[in-house]
């Protein structure tokens, strides 16, 4: 079986049980403001302005709270929570112009709560959320303070919030810690302190599964339970179904016949973790990265040549999933190499982008994007009569007899090829 999905699982967006929610996309008409009634007969033209929301919420609850808010910050401009209310009630990116006429986006409410009070965490939290990675952002005060560190903020003012030790999990490296508020962090407390505030939130469990590796390993819980690296990523299932990566690294935790229980009862063997992965993928409509080959390689391996299986209600054999592996990733040697030994003498395979190729190119193909791929030779050799000479794609020319004597000694990683 080939490579676990092994990067960490960032958490996603709007975050995992936390305090506030950013509401669903709203339309694109006005908000009456509470005060229009008054301002009818105000003489004075300027006061019949008022706040507005530039793309209001359809929700009746959400208006009259948008409203409310904003009503409270024209009376009290000093009230911080009254701002990251406001901004979490805004779709990404939208903004609201008060009545003095500025406009303000969902980041300027966080930094506006951040100027009115610096020990306000949940507006370091969200501000951190939607702040670009690896990006400085500047506070209304001049400080530049990173995206790490506006989670550090905000644990430092508010330790409740488990999101955030989720996210400033990921964003540490390897072996690196952080202090907060005197105390010092790894990659692997943060994990712990996120899942003992908040139980459900499953890339926590995932990403302390990764850090663990071997599955031998186990870590203790702030709660006394010694979980495994399997346990761990049955754990990430359980707080969360649609976590394909969860289900595709179980998969690669088990060996033949062997099987695991979900809290919902399900008993699941290798071959059905990776196909629920699957369907996970087409329901959350997230196909198109390079890890997804991963799945449909790993599937395609517990396939006999001859079978069918049905994945996303299509009838499927193994030479479906490794086309299905190389449409993810079309550089995959992997896939190329295992393509090419399903296929018979004089049988072709389409490929993804409409080429058709032969068993004989599908291991060159293999060998172009993994030049150190051994077998890829070997098999390219068994399809050759004795002396035969072949160009490979890099304009290279072997005998048949060439490519069945290279090692590892002839070709090492690094070198041109």
Not at 327 to 352: M, N, V, Y
């Amino acid at each position: 079986m080939g490579a676990c999905c092994s990067k960490k699982a960032e958490p996603r967006n709007p975050p995992v049980q936390t305090r506030h929610r950013a509401p669903p996309p709203a339309s694109n008409q006005h908000l009456p403001t509470p005060t229009d009634t008054q301002k009818q007969t105000d003489p004075l033209p300027t006061k019949k302005a008022s706040a507005t929301l530039s793309i209001p919420l359809l929700d009746p609850k959400q208006k009259n709270a948008a409203l409310k808010l904003l009503s409270e910050i024209e009376t009290e401009p000093s009230r911080a929570d009254a701002y990251v209310e406001l901004a979490n009630l805004l779709p990404p990116g939208k903004c609201v112009t008060l009545l003095n006429g500025n406009t303000l986006s969902t980041i300027d409410l966080y930094k506006e709560a951040i100027h009115r009070n610096t020990k306000l965490g949940v507006a370091y939290y969200r501000l951190g959320v939607q702040e670009v990675a690896g990006t400085l952002c500047t506070l209304l005060d001049g400080r530049k303070i990173s995206e790490r560190d506006l989670y550090a903020q905000a644990l430092t003012h508010d330790p409740s919030i488990a999101d955030a030790y989720l996210r400033l999990g990921v964003r540490l490296q390897h072996g690196e810690t952080i202090t907060i508020s005197d105390r010092c962090f790894t990659e692997k407390d943060l994990y712990l302190a996120c899942i003992s505030l908040e139980p459900k939130i499953s890339e926590a469990y995932f990403n302390l599964a990764s850090l663990l590796g071997d599955e031998m390993a186990s870590v203790t819980l702030i709660d006394g339970r010694v979980l495994s690296s399997r346990e761990l990523l049955v754990e990430a299932i359980n707080a969360d179904p649609h976590s394909w990566e969860a289900y595709c690294n179980v998969a690669c935790d088990i060996v033949g016949a062997e099987c695991v229980t979900l809290r919902d009862g399900r008993t699941m063997t290798q071959r059905e973790l990776l196909q629920e992965a699957i369907e996970v993928m087409d329901k959350e409509k997230v196909w198109g990265l390079v890890e997804f080959s991963t799945v449909f390689g790993n599937l395609a391996t517990l396939i006999p040549k001859w079978e069918t299986i049905f994945v996303r209600g299509e009838a499927m054999t193994a030479k479906d999933l490794w086309l299905a592996s190389l449409r993810c990733d079309g550089t995959s040697a992997f896939s190329f190499f295992h393509l090419g030994k399903l296929l018979g003498r004089g049988e072709t395979a389409k490929l993804p982008d409409g080429r058709t190729i032969t068993k004989c190119e599908a291991f060159a193909m293999a060998i172009h994007h993994d030049h150190t791929m051994l077998m890829a030779y070997h098999a390219l050799a068994d399809e050759l009569s004795p002396g035969q000479c072949i160009n490979l794609m890099n304009g290279k020319s072997f005998t048949t007899e060439e490519l069945r004597e290279m090692n590892a000694d002839t070709i090492r990683v690094g070198d041109s090829f």
